[in-house]
């Protein structure tokens, strides 16, 4: 089977036979390490992951789910977006003693790409079609921007790839050791107070390199995030490598490089490069990060794989010179830093384009929607003149280019679905990542405990002033980014008063991102039982609202 090694001459590995560098090894291709040093390295090294689709269509959707080799179904298949659910019923306290073949269920969580969260109503009903006709009406916002669809049947794969391509959509490499979605300011091209946008370098990224072996075995997932809003609406921060519109004071609007964000159990912020990237040079800076990543990124052990290690233990000065040096071939432009804002906004609401028009932020629940509704919601944007969607990174949904006089009839038909642009502000401030309902390494149920605290909140605290973010997470993973929201919740199994283990969480208090950027305070007795979540926050936030001096942050 071939060895995924480098291949273009624009990002060459280093030489073969250059002596490892490290005591133990890190399994650091670019210094000799080649031989894999775990199950997942020997899996990606069997088989290039991408060669499982055709296997999928061949062969697995004819014999159906018993006819799949372990090593494609828990490794290979989520290079095309698809993981298997969790079997329903079994508890959190499971989770870390069943093995997994006992935690999942045989049908899977299909993971829809949509690189820059654009959508057109084409696009919106095919994903409302698939969700009806084969996922059991399910479908979820990710804060990725991806819409995630469960109760997929692997017979149904072929049919459901056809629907999606025949629109544009993708599912290729939305999971997996590889470059994942690429997430963008959800008003990319049409923000009043945009610095530049950042939508044709994603295009160029996706049709260059999305779905290309050359990158296709990382040594683990990679996530790029672009924004050129100055309110850094993509968490930035938290992404393995992220371009930030600036200004540069001699060259105009181009991108700050910023690489090694990641959160998870190891937390750790973007650092900058110091660099200015003009948007034509920026898929090439890109493919450079991703190269590196792929050539020195540590493949020993999964939980030291992430690019933010690498960057750990080099620092940014290092990191650029390689990318200078031995991929680029060239010294990249100096640039300053951008503006720090004083908290990443999220779009929801009514708020002019630069071209005059409005667009229109609405909040669902948690990012729960579902096919009928995404349905509905496709319909009402056509009749009130828009054919443009954008989901957000804040599991929101947007409606571009809508005319001034179809505003107000628009907000009213999205609210009698559901959908809200003027939704309270816990509503409006509430993440939760999938949780227990279908993640097989999840400990506690998210999404609907997430719709219950919201309720409770509503009726206890209906007059908060403050955006105060609450993010749930169903386990230390950090999909809903908990350690950066002013309330984290970290799904565990903790202890009830009564001396029995029950769902609860870990409370991280006082995370940010922009001005506050930060991981939030995790103080050993703030564990909660899931049944007094309301009374925790509530207390918290009422707290602080009774304490707080004139003009001060719930993070400060
Ligand atoms: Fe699953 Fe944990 Fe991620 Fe939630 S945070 S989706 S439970 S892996």
């Avoid at 080649?34 to 069997?46: A, G, I």
């Avoid at 069943?98 to 790409?113: A, G, I, N, Q, S």
């Avoid at 779905?211 to 672009?226: C, I, Q, V, W, Y």
């Avoid at 828009?386 to 947007?398: C, M, N, Y």
Wanted: hydrophobic share 35%; charged share 25%.
């Amino acid at each position: 089977m071939p060895d995924q090694a480098p291949t273009r001459g624009a990002t060459p590995a280093r030489k073969p036979g250059a002596r490892p560098g490290r005591k133990r090894g890190e399994g650091q291709w670019a210094l000799g390490y080649r031989e894999p040093l775990n199950k997942n390295e020997q899996v990606k090294k069997d088989d290039n992951p991408l060669h499982v689709r055709a296997r999928i269509e061949n062969i697995y959707a004819h014999r159906g789910f018993d006819s799949i080799d372990p090593a494609d179904l828990r490794g290979r298949f989520r290079w095309w977006g698809l993981y298997t659910q969790r079997k329903p019923g079994v508890t959190g306290q499971h989770t870390s003693i069943l093995d997994t073949e006992e935690l999942e269920d045989k049908y899977f969580m299909l993971r829809v790409r949509i690189d820059g969260g654009q959508l057109n109503l084409e696009q919106l009903r095919a994903i409302a079609d698939i969700s009806t006709t084969y996922a059991r009406d399910s479908a979820d916002v990710t804060d990725r921007q991806n819409i995630q669809l469960h109760w997929i049947r692997i017979e149904d794969m072929p049919a459901i790839w056809q629907r999606l391509e025949e629109v544009g959509l993708e599912t290729t490499e939305a999971c997996g050791d590889c470059p994942r979605v690429i997430i963008s300011s959800p008003v990319a091209g049409i923000a009043e107070d945009e610095i530049i946008d950042p939508t044709p370098a994603i295009r160029e990224i996706v049709d260059k390199y999305i779905g290309l072996e050359e990158f296709s075995n990382l040594p683990r997932k990679f996530k790029t995030a672009f924004t050129g809003y100055p309110d850094h609406d993509v968490a930035p921060e938290c992404n393995d490598v992220a371009f930030v519109g600036v200004v540069h004071p001699e060259h105009g609007p181009g991108f700050d490089l910023w690489v090694g964000g990641g959160l998870s159990t190891n937390p750790m912020l973007a650092k900058r490069l110091g660099t200015w990237i003009p948007i034509e040079e920026v898929a090439e800076a890109w493919a450079g990060v991703v190269s590196v990543f792929r050539d020195y990124g540590y493949r020993r052990l999964r939980h030291r794989a992430r690019i933010k290690f690498l960057m750990a233990d080099w620092g940014p000065e290092k990191f650029r010179e390689v990318l200078e040096n031995e991929y680029l071939e060239r010294k990249l432009v100096d640039g300053p830093a951008p503006p720090v804002p004083a908290r990443p906004g999220d779009h929801v609401g009514v708020f002019k384009q630069k071209d005059g028009r409005y667009f229109v932020g609405v909040a669902p629940v948690a990012g729960r929607v579902s096919g009928a509704q995404l349905g509905k919601f496709a319909d009402i944007v056509a009749a009130h003149g828009s054919d443009r969607i954008r989901t957000t990174p804040l599991q929101k949904l947007l409606v571009l280019d809508v005319e001034a006089g179809q505003v107000e009839p628009l907000v009213k038909a999205l609210s009698d679905i559901g959908l809200h642009a003027r939704p309270s502000s816990w509503r409006q401030n509430t993440m939760a990542c999938t949780g227990i309902e279908f993640c097989k390494l999840a400990i506690v149920e998210t999404k609907s405990r997430a719709a219950w605290l919201i309720d409770e909140l509503e009726q206890r605290v209906p007059d908060l002033d403050v955006p105060i973010t609450v993010n749930l997470n169903g386990c230390p993973n950090s999909c809903a980014r908990i350690q950066v929201a002013d309330i984290g919740l970290k799904g565990q199994m903790v202890l009830s008063d009564q001396g029995e283990q029950v769902e609860g969480f870990q409370v991280h208090l006082g995370g940010g991102l922009g001005l506050d950027a930060g991981f939030g305070r995790k103080l050993r007795g703030h564990k909660v039982t899931a049944d007094q979540l309301p009374d925790y926050v509530e207390n918290v936030v009422r707290h602080y609202l009774d304490q707080r001096e004139p003009g001060e942050r719930f993070a400060q």
